[in-house]
């Protein structure tokens, strides 16, 4: 795994592909995507570690969005066609008041400009047609919504940055627009941060230029900032595996492990003696199945010579082509 701080202007797209020019990796995906415009934590998934990305889709994100009032947006964001609004000026204690309406679970209608697929088509791709789109709303959670800065240097248009702790598929342009809504004033958001995703930091992601630098001497030399497979899944508990144990989940069978107290179908890292990471397991009633092998199947044993069969084995063989098949012998007349 590496954890990216991803800065404003590329795509999650762009850093996946220059991560996988850098480390000589075909295979990379990301564990979120995060806008061109946004900035923070991406975490990314290398090699055999991207059959985890699906135990991180999950995971809770936090934000430092800032929140531009007094205008609306044709994308909910800085990038779109901005209309002004007609409504009074917004103060910073209305914005904490109304704050309180969008904690906890929380109906919230997706952007029209967002990835979200309506008959097949991204929801984006017909809003830039000019086809109308309504995406239905959806349930999300905020946990932590909180104004931590107030410029009103501009009365008509006061921005705010907030602070926000959410769960995954909270689109923090759709929360702007609502809120500026409930104000009556209009709002988009004006930029976006990610400070967190899932146990993964902001303080902890590492800048695009000390990926360039470490990579520089050659893809190899990139393994110093990358962290094991399953870093972030310290909540999922493991087993460590005798040496036939791993023979058997390498070659897909289950095994007998104490399960106590675990539910059926919970995921169970499985590692081997080293330390290595083998596998997720999977609680089948009294037995772990093996769902994400990460280690290649062994190798066949190789065949055992026996002696006493080539032996037998042989005198049933073909002569040799050319051979005389019955040579001649004393008692021959």
């Known amino acids: 795994m590496l954890v990216v701080a991803k800065p404003a202007g590329p795509t999650s797209h762009d850093v996946v592909a220059l991560v996988r020019r850098l480390s000589g990796t ?73 704050l309180a309406g969008f904690r906890g679970e929380i109906e919230q209608r997706p952007p029209a400009y967002s990835a979200v697929k309506v008959a097949g088509r991204r929801a984006y791709a017909l809003a830039r047609a000019g086809a109308p789109v309504e995406l239905a709303a959806r349930r999300v959670r905020i946990d932590r ?39 009556g004033s209009g709002a988009y958001l004006g930029a976006l941060a990610r400070t967190a995703s899932g146990p993964f930091a902001l303080a902890d992601a590492v800048p695009l230029d000390d990926i360039r630098a470490a990579a520089a001497p050659g893809p190899a030399s990139l393994r110093v900032l990358l962290l094991p497979p399953d870093a972030g899944l310290d909540a999922m508990p493991e087993a460590v595996l005798s040496t036939d144990e791993v023979a058997a989940v390498r070659r897909g069978q289950f095994i007998r492990l104490g399960v106590a107290g675990l539910e059926d179908g919970a995921a169970v890292r499985l590692r081997a003696d080293d330390g290595r990471l083998v596998a997720i397991g999977v609680v089948r009633g009294d037995r772990l199945a093996p769902d994400k092998v990460l280690l290649p199947p062994p190798e066949p044993a190789a065949r055992r010579p026996d002696a006493a069969l080539d032996q037998a084995t042989a005198s049933e063989a073909d002569p040799p082509y050319g051979s005389d098949p019955d040579p001649a012998s004393p008692d021959d007349v």
Do not use: M
């Open 145 to 183: 919504l909180e104004v931590t800065s107030w410029d009103d240097a501009d009365p008509v248009r006061p921005v705010a940055v907030l602070e926000i702790g959410c769960s995954a598929g909270t689109y923090v342009r759709s929360l702007a627009r609502d809120l500026g809504s409930r104000l």
């Open 26 to 98: 075909k295979r990379v995906g990301h564990g979120g995507t995060l806008d061109p415009f946004a900035s923070g934590v991406l975490p990314l998934f290398l090699g055999v570690a991207t059959r985890l990305v699906e135990y991180h889709l999950a995971d809770a994100k936090s934000y430092r969005a800032t929140v531009c009032f007094g205008a609306t947006s044709s994308t909910d964001d800085l990038e779109g066609e901005l209309v002004p609004a007609d409504g009074p000026p917004v103060t910073r204690a209305a914005v904490e008041a109304a």
